[in-house]
């Protein structure tokens, strides 16, 4: 018997050793960051079965994420009360009062995302659209606010698409934006440090100054002087809300459309 019980913990020390080797094999479990150092992630969708799907997008994400909030797309209805608040758009004059309704309705929608940051008192933000999607690993929440994605342009908008657009010492994570050379189009993806950067910019929408399309907004206030290289979100081929046309943001947003 008693050989018998030797041959059994031996038999047990080799399985153990096995599956020892097994979970070393796999790598080490990576620990979860602390609440303060997670995301709080604001999705801005038209449904909540578009938020879910998003949400289970990110699952992998878990132990960086704290928590999600579902921030419903804001579709303003033609109206004559809705076309006097378009006054305070600062568009093109040629701009048509359907295209200007709906740039108000992104703005609005924007603004509902900040508002709800400055009510929970969060840190580390990141605001997506629904069209955002993961192209990069999502790194730990930066030290400060900026551009998880976008297209980067000559500061001359209208030079976008034509002229093409290098950024100096470019380099992996942060990088400065130079506003004297360059913008940085679309809001698919951008984190808010903290509830302050939230205020400031929720100060200036409230404000009876006029305001341009949102991205634009962003750029000339300089909100955020950083964007994170390469780009972690893409703003994936769709119909556009805004002009009902299929755009090409998923190939100008890859990587900045730097390469």
């Known amino acids: 018997m008693a050989k018998k019980r030797s041959r059994s913990r031996s ?5 153990n050793k096995t599956r020892s080797k097994r979970a070393s094999s796999k790598g080490h479990t990576l620990p979860v960051l602390s609440e303060d150092k997670q995301y709080n992630i604001f999705v801005i969708c038209k ?11 990110l699952s992998r994400y878990q132990r960086k994420i704290h928590s999600f909030h579902y921030v419903k797309a804001v579709f303003l209805k033609m109206n004559a009360e809705n076309f006097q608040k378009t006054k305070k758009l600062k568009t093109r004059y040629n701009t048509s009062m359907k295209a200007r309704i709906r740039k ?10 900040l508002r709800k940051i400055v009510k929970l008192k969060t840190e580390n933000n990141l605001i ?11 790194p730990n929440p930066p030290g400060e606010s900026t551009y998880l994605g976008g297209w980067i342009v000559p500061k001359k908008v209208t030079l ?10 470019l380099k992996r994570g942060l990088n400065e934006i ?7 189009l679309m809001t698919h993806s951008y984190f808010v440090k903290d509830t ?13 100054d006029p305001i341009k399309n949102y991205d634009i907004f962003l750029n000339d206030y300089e909100f955020m002087h950083k964007f994170y290289y390469p780009a972690i979100f893409v703003q994936e081929s769709h119909v556009s809300d805004i002009d ?16």
């Open 196 to 208: 302050e950067t939230a205020k400031t910019i929720l100060k200036v929408i409230q404000s009876k």
């Open 104 to 113: 108000l309705g992104c703005i609005y929608a924007h603004r509902n995302a």
């Open 128 to 138: 997506l659209e629904e069209d955002a999607t993961l192209a990069h690993l999502l």
């Open 160 to 169: 976008a698409g034509k002229q093409k657009v290098t950024v100096p010492k």
């Open 47 to 57: 449904t909540k079965k578009i938020f879910d799907e998003k949400v289970a997008s």
């Open 178 to 184: 130079n506003f004297d050379k360059i913008k940085i």
């Open 11 to 15: 038999r047990a020390r080799r399985s």
């Open 244 to 259: 009902g046309k299929v755009n090409k943001n998923e190939e100008r947003s890859r990587d900045y459309d730097l390469n």
